[in-house]
């Protein structure tokens, strides 16, 4: 029952490096979602995907991309990292309203 | 926009006590849902209690249970009898539930958290 799986753990960048985050549910959920986790400030939604096929933007969109590339999978890009973007990543899903999230187990990104 | 506000940073209880952690939150809608997650050191985020808005009974979870207060948009956790094991940050979430294209979801909001150290 591997749930959420989220890849990788922990990564070091460099300034204006790029890199996807990747995730995979298991699950059959619909929605999917990106969070950061930063201290003092809880998490915040990136993107998030309703269902297959669809993205939208959450709270803190500027400087990542998403793509839903089918039902198990949403991953997240960071095109050209900045050191605000260091930070603690959390993909969820969940089956529809109403339901709890299930979470991955995060990536600790650091960009210097 | 929904707000979420937990006022107590941190926390700490002697194990085998009871502590209450506080969660408030601002909304117009009438219908949602809320929730309280663990986050322990191990980062993983797990699912503590579960509440419908439209439920005027509390939520319980063996040691878990909510004071869920519609109307002054109150919504804390007690934990009973407290284990070393319940050491951990404690985050309260709003979820406002959305319909687009025959698909139901919701999004969550969470509050700042709190750091509950439980002392042997």
């Known amino acids: 029952n591997a749930g959420v799986t989220q890849t990788p753990k922990f990564q070091v960048l460099k300034t204006g490096q790029s890199m996807t985050l990747q995730c995979a549910q298991d699950m059959n959920h619909n929605s999917m979602y990106w969070y950061r986790q930063d201290p003092g400030m809880g998490l915040r939604l990136i993107y998030y995907s309703a269902s297959e096929g669809t993205t939208d933007k959450g709270e803190v969109p500027n400087g990542y991309n998403v793509s839903r590339l089918n039902k198990r999978e949403f991953s997240l890009r960071l095109e050209s990292a900045a050191p605000s973007q260091t930070s603690v990543y959390f993909c969820a899903s969940n089956l529809r309203r109403g339901y709890g999230y299930t979470f991955g187990s995060g990536t600790r990104l650091t960009v210097v | 926009a929904q707000t979420v506000t937990q006022s107590q940073p941190e926390m700490s209880v002697q194990e085998a006590e009871t502590v209450t952690l506080s969660c408030t939150y601002d909304t117009s809608e009438n219908n949602y849902y809320l929730f309280w997650y663990k986050q322990p050191p191990s980062r993983q985020m797990i699912l503590v209690i579960r509440?419908?808005?439209?439920?005027?009974q509390n939520a319980t979870e063996n040691r878990f249970s909510v004071n869920f207060q519609k109307a002054a948009k109150s919504f804390s956790l007690k934990i009973s009898d407290s284990q070393l094991g319940d050491t951990a940050m404690y985050f309260c979430a709003f979820m406002k539930s959305f319909n687009a294209g025959g698909t139901s979801y919701g999004k969550l909001t969470f509050g700042q958290g709190t750091i509950l150290t439980v002392h042997p």
């Open positions: 509440q419908e808005a439209y439920k005027q």
